[in-house]
């Protein structure tokens, strides 16, 4: 992983300075590694090889997902009175 991210080494302007950041940027790797790339012994995803699903996604697929899991935004419960 420390191969393929260069978040993990300092050396870098990608350097993660927020374990949020670090957290969320390990996550897309993990769905990127496991749903999208190809491997070469398998020639599948390990998705598809673990009979998860049966097509190759792609990140524009892991971003719908995403968006869809989202709250809606609303319109606020309250509003604050403008000062004149």
Same mark, same amino acid.
């Not at 393929?4 to 949020?20: C, G, I, P, Q, Y």
């Given at each position: &992983?420390?191969?393929?991210?260069?978040?993990?080494?300092?050396?870098?302007? *990608?350097?993660?300075?927020?374990?949020?950041?670090?957290?969320?940027?390990? *996550?897309?790797?993990?769905?990127?590694?496991?749903?999208?790339?190809?491997?070469?012994?398998?020639?599948?995803?390990?998705? &598809?090889?673990?009979?998860?699903?049966?097509?190759?996604?792609?990140?524009?697929?892991?971003?719908?997902?995403?968006? *869809?899991?989202?709250?809606?935004?609303?319109?606020?419960?309250?509003?604050?009175?403008?000062?004149?």
């Amino acid at each position: &992983m420390r191969m393929h991210m260069r978040r993990f080494t300092r050396l870098t302007n *990608a350097f993660s300075k927020k374990v949020e950041n670090h957290m969320h940027m390990v *996550a897309l790797y993990t769905v990127f590694y496991n749903w999208t790339r190809i491997h070469k012994t398998t020639r599948v995803t390990p998705a &598809m090889e673990a009979s998860l699903t049966d097509r190759l996604w792609t990140m524009k697929d892991v971003a719908e997902m995403i968006d *869809a899991t989202l709250p809606k935004p609303g319109r606020p419960a309250t509003y604050k009175k403008r000062v004149a």
